[in-house]
Protein backbone atom coordinates (compact mmCIF):
# COMPACT_ATOMS: atom_id res chain seq x y z
CA UNK A 1 0.00 0.00 0.00
CA UNK A 2 2.75 2.46 0.08
CA UNK A 3 4.14 1.55 -3.41
CA UNK A 4 1.92 4.69 -5.05
CA UNK A 5 3.52 6.81 -2.83
CA UNK A 6 6.63 5.98 -2.74
CA UNK A 7 6.71 6.27 -6.19
CA UNK A 8 5.89 9.64 -6.66
CA UNK A 9 7.68 10.72 -3.77
CA UNK A 10 11.01 9.17 -5.50
CA UNK A 11 9.76 10.41 -8.45
CA UNK A 12 9.98 14.09 -7.21
CA UNK A 13 13.16 14.00 -5.35
CA UNK A 14 14.97 12.44 -8.57
CA UNK A 15 13.50 15.86 -10.39
CA UNK A 16 15.13 18.19 -7.88
CA UNK A 17 18.09 16.22 -7.96
CA UNK A 18 18.04 16.37 -11.77
CA UNK A 19 17.22 20.18 -11.67
CA UNK A 20 19.62 21.60 -9.07
CA UNK A 21 21.88 18.77 -8.09
CA UNK A 22 20.40 18.81 -4.45
CA UNK A 23 17.04 18.12 -2.57
CA UNK A 24 17.42 14.57 -2.35
CA UNK A 25 17.26 13.29 1.20
CA UNK A 26 16.53 16.77 2.21
CA UNK A 27 12.74 15.92 0.80
CA UNK A 28 13.20 12.06 0.95
CA UNK A 29 13.26 11.69 4.62
CA UNK A 30 10.46 13.68 5.43
CA UNK A 31 8.49 12.21 2.37
CA UNK A 32 9.14 8.56 3.92
CA UNK A 33 8.35 9.42 7.32
CA UNK A 34 4.84 11.79 6.35
CA UNK A 35 3.80 10.68 2.99
CA UNK A 36 5.20 6.81 2.79
CA UNK A 37 4.56 6.39 6.41
CA UNK A 38 7.76 4.78 7.95
CA UNK A 39 7.31 5.66 11.74
CA UNK A 40 10.71 5.32 12.05
CA UNK A 41 13.81 8.07 11.84
CA UNK A 42 16.80 6.18 11.17
CA UNK A 43 15.02 3.62 8.93
CA UNK A 44 13.91 6.78 7.19
CA UNK A 45 16.90 7.94 6.69
CA UNK A 46 18.68 4.93 5.72
CA UNK A 47 16.54 4.28 3.38
CA UNK A 48 16.19 7.56 1.66
CA UNK A 49 20.22 7.49 1.70
CA UNK A 50 20.30 5.06 -0.24
CA UNK A 51 17.36 5.96 -2.72
CA UNK A 52 19.01 9.21 -3.35
CA UNK A 53 22.25 7.61 -4.37
CA UNK A 54 21.16 5.50 -6.80
CA UNK A 55 19.18 7.99 -8.04
CA UNK A 56 22.40 10.50 -8.24
CA UNK A 57 24.37 8.24 -10.31
CA UNK A 58 21.68 7.43 -12.90
CA UNK A 59 20.91 11.48 -12.91
CA UNK A 60 24.76 11.86 -13.37
CA UNK A 61 25.00 9.75 -16.99
CA UNK A 62 22.56 12.49 -18.33
CA UNK A 63 24.88 15.60 -17.33
CA UNK A 64 27.19 13.42 -18.39
CA UNK A 65 26.30 13.52 -21.32
CA UNK A 66 25.10 17.14 -21.60
CA UNK A 67 29.16 18.01 -20.80
CA UNK A 68 28.06 19.51 -17.32
CA UNK A 69 30.41 17.41 -15.48
CA UNK A 70 34.11 17.91 -14.28
CA UNK A 71 35.21 14.80 -13.48
CA UNK A 72 38.65 15.63 -11.47
CA UNK A 73 36.53 17.28 -9.14
CA UNK A 74 33.88 14.99 -9.08
CA UNK A 75 36.36 12.60 -8.17
CA UNK A 76 38.11 14.38 -5.16
CA UNK A 77 34.56 15.33 -3.55
CA UNK A 78 33.46 12.18 -3.77
CA UNK A 79 36.83 10.08 -2.37
CA UNK A 80 37.72 12.96 0.66
CA UNK A 81 33.35 13.48 1.21
CA UNK A 82 33.24 9.46 1.81
CA UNK A 83 35.57 9.73 4.92
CA UNK A 84 33.48 12.30 5.83
CA UNK A 85 30.47 11.23 5.73
CA UNK A 86 31.41 8.00 7.22
CA UNK A 87 32.29 9.75 10.16
CA UNK A 88 29.45 12.09 9.93
CA UNK A 89 26.74 9.03 10.04
CA UNK A 90 28.13 6.84 12.83
CA UNK A 91 27.83 9.97 15.11
CA UNK A 92 24.09 10.73 13.45
CA UNK A 93 23.24 6.90 14.62
CA UNK A 94 24.46 7.55 18.26
CA UNK A 95 22.01 10.94 18.37
CA UNK A 96 18.23 10.45 19.18
CA UNK A 97 16.16 9.73 16.19
CA UNK A 98 13.62 12.79 17.19
CA UNK A 99 16.55 15.11 17.56
CA UNK A 100 18.40 14.31 15.16
CA UNK A 101 15.13 15.74 12.59
CA UNK A 102 14.87 18.59 14.81
CA UNK A 103 18.48 19.59 13.66
CA UNK A 104 17.91 18.58 10.02
CA UNK A 105 14.85 21.04 10.18
CA UNK A 106 17.23 23.58 11.03
CA UNK A 107 19.62 22.73 8.31
CA UNK A 108 17.35 23.35 5.85
CA UNK A 109 16.07 26.61 7.40
CA UNK A 110 19.70 27.58 6.92
CA UNK A 111 20.03 26.08 2.98
CA UNK A 112 16.94 27.83 2.24
CA UNK A 113 18.56 31.40 2.93
CA UNK A 114 21.50 30.36 1.20
CA UNK A 115 19.42 29.17 -1.77
CA UNK A 116 17.85 32.71 -1.98
CA UNK A 117 20.66 34.37 -1.75
CA UNK A 118 21.75 32.66 -4.90
CA UNK A 119 24.57 30.81 -6.09
CA UNK A 120 27.57 32.24 -8.88
CA UNK A 121 30.21 30.89 -10.40
CA UNK A 122 32.58 31.54 -12.92
CA UNK A 123 32.25 30.69 -16.84
CA UNK A 124 34.69 28.43 -18.49
CA UNK A 125 34.89 24.89 -19.30
CA UNK A 126 38.21 23.38 -18.48
CA UNK A 127 38.47 22.09 -15.13
CA UNK A 128 38.63 24.21 -12.54
CA UNK A 129 41.30 25.59 -10.29
CA UNK A 130 42.04 23.80 -7.33
CA UNK A 131 41.53 19.97 -8.81
CA UNK A 132 44.73 19.36 -10.52
CA UNK A 133 46.65 16.43 -9.57
CA UNK A 134 47.63 17.31 -6.43
CA UNK A 135 44.21 19.23 -5.06
CA UNK A 136 44.22 22.18 -3.14
CA UNK A 137 43.67 22.04 0.98
CA UNK A 138 40.85 24.46 0.15
CA UNK A 139 39.02 21.59 -1.40
CA UNK A 140 40.10 18.53 0.56
CA UNK A 141 38.50 20.85 3.47
CA UNK A 142 35.46 22.04 1.67
CA UNK A 143 34.90 18.17 0.59
CA UNK A 144 35.64 16.90 4.03
CA UNK A 145 33.12 18.86 5.66
CA UNK A 146 30.10 18.69 3.54
CA UNK A 147 30.82 14.95 3.18
CA UNK A 148 30.41 14.91 7.32
CA UNK A 149 27.26 17.29 7.37
CA UNK A 150 26.17 14.72 4.53
CA UNK A 151 26.75 11.60 6.91
CA UNK A 152 25.28 13.09 9.77
CA UNK A 153 22.15 14.24 8.87
CA UNK A 154 21.68 10.90 6.34
CA UNK A 155 21.53 13.40 3.23
CA UNK A 156 22.91 13.15 -0.18
CA UNK A 157 24.50 16.44 0.27
CA UNK A 158 23.43 18.09 -3.22
CA UNK A 159 22.48 21.59 -1.21
CA UNK A 160 25.79 21.47 0.72
CA UNK A 161 28.11 20.13 -2.65
CA UNK A 162 26.89 22.26 -5.42
CA UNK A 163 27.89 25.68 -3.35
CA UNK A 164 30.73 23.66 -1.82
CA UNK A 165 32.05 22.94 -5.26
CA UNK A 166 30.98 26.90 -6.93
CA UNK A 167 33.39 28.45 -3.35
CA UNK A 168 35.85 25.72 -3.62
CA UNK A 169 36.54 26.14 -7.66
CA UNK A 170 34.81 28.91 -8.68
CA UNK A 171 33.14 26.45 -11.61
CA UNK A 172 30.03 27.51 -13.46
CA UNK A 173 26.98 26.79 -11.68
CA UNK A 174 25.59 23.96 -14.57
CA UNK A 175 29.16 22.20 -14.01
CA UNK A 176 28.32 22.34 -9.95
CA UNK A 177 24.93 20.76 -10.60
CA UNK A 178 26.34 18.00 -12.64
CA UNK A 179 29.78 17.60 -10.71
CA UNK A 180 27.88 17.44 -7.46
CA UNK A 181 25.90 14.57 -8.35
CA UNK A 182 28.78 11.61 -8.25
CA UNK A 183 29.47 12.58 -4.45
CA UNK A 184 25.87 12.53 -3.52
CA UNK A 185 25.59 9.40 -4.78
CA UNK A 186 29.07 8.72 -2.66
CA UNK A 187 27.92 10.12 0.03
CA UNK A 188 24.38 8.92 0.07
CA UNK A 189 25.88 4.90 -0.53
CA UNK A 190 28.49 5.42 2.35
CA UNK A 191 25.96 6.38 4.99
CA UNK A 192 23.07 4.08 3.51
CA UNK A 193 26.12 1.14 4.10
CA UNK A 194 26.79 2.32 7.25
CA UNK A 195 22.95 2.74 8.44
CA UNK A 196 22.19 -1.31 6.87
CA UNK A 197 24.70 -2.46 9.06
CA UNK A 198 22.57 -1.93 11.63
CA UNK A 199 19.45 -2.95 9.82
CA UNK A 200 18.14 0.20 9.24
CA UNK A 201 17.17 0.33 5.12
CA UNK A 202 13.56 -0.54 3.71
CA UNK A 203 15.25 -2.26 1.17
CA UNK A 204 11.54 -2.66 -0.53
CA UNK A 205 11.07 0.77 0.32
CA UNK A 206 14.19 2.08 -1.55
CA UNK A 207 13.58 0.19 -4.81
CA UNK A 208 10.25 1.89 -5.37
CA UNK A 209 11.55 5.19 -4.50
CA UNK A 210 14.62 4.69 -6.99
CA UNK A 211 11.65 3.49 -9.80
CA UNK A 212 10.38 6.66 -9.17
CA UNK A 213 13.33 9.17 -9.12
CA UNK A 214 14.61 7.19 -12.63
CA UNK A 215 11.66 9.34 -14.26
CA UNK A 216 11.91 12.24 -12.39
CA UNK A 217 15.52 12.50 -12.65
CA UNK A 218 15.57 11.99 -16.71
CA UNK A 219 13.21 15.19 -16.49
CA UNK A 220 14.76 17.75 -13.80
CA UNK A 221 17.93 17.21 -16.03
CA UNK A 222 16.44 17.88 -18.93
CA UNK A 223 14.58 21.06 -17.51
CA UNK A 224 18.03 22.12 -15.71
CA UNK A 225 19.95 22.26 -19.23
CA UNK A 226 16.90 24.25 -20.78
CA UNK A 227 16.98 26.57 -17.73
CA UNK A 228 20.70 27.13 -16.83
CA UNK A 229 20.66 30.83 -17.05
CA UNK A 230 17.34 31.24 -15.19
CA UNK A 231 18.23 29.65 -11.79
CA UNK A 232 17.48 32.85 -9.60
CA UNK A 233 13.65 31.65 -9.81
CA UNK A 234 13.99 28.08 -9.49
CA UNK A 235 16.29 28.42 -6.21
CA UNK A 236 13.24 31.17 -4.85
CA UNK A 237 10.57 28.18 -5.29
CA UNK A 238 13.00 25.30 -4.07
CA UNK A 239 13.73 27.58 -0.80
CA UNK A 240 10.16 28.02 -0.50
CA UNK A 241 9.57 24.46 -0.78
CA UNK A 242 12.39 23.58 1.93
CA UNK A 243 10.99 26.29 4.61
CA UNK A 244 7.65 24.98 4.59
CA UNK A 245 8.79 21.19 4.88
CA UNK A 246 11.22 22.52 7.79
CA UNK A 247 8.58 24.24 9.61
CA UNK A 248 6.42 20.85 9.37
CA UNK A 249 9.24 18.57 11.24
CA UNK A 250 9.68 21.58 13.13
CA UNK A 251 6.00 21.28 14.05
CA UNK A 252 5.95 17.35 14.21
CA UNK A 253 9.09 17.39 16.51
CA UNK A 254 8.97 20.52 18.90
CA UNK A 255 7.01 19.03 21.09
CA UNK A 256 9.04 15.91 21.53
CA UNK A 257 12.36 18.31 21.79
CA UNK A 258 10.45 20.52 24.33
CA UNK A 259 9.68 17.64 26.38
CA UNK A 260 6.10 18.65 26.28
CA UNK A 261 3.45 15.91 25.10
Known amino acids: MHALPALLSGSGVGFTLGLIGGGGSILATPLLLYVVGMTQPHLA ?127 PLISAVGTSLLAVGAFGLATALNYAVSGMVDWIVAAQFIAGGLVGGFFGMKLANRLADFRGALNAVFATVIFVVAGYVIYRNAGTISGIP
Open 45 to 171: IGTSALAVAANAFLTLIGHAKAGNVRWRCATIFALVGIVGALAGSSLGKAVDGQRLLFLFALLMIVVGIHMLRGRKGVDGAVEPAGCGPVPSAKVVAVAFAVGMLSGFFGIGGGFLIVPGLVFATGM
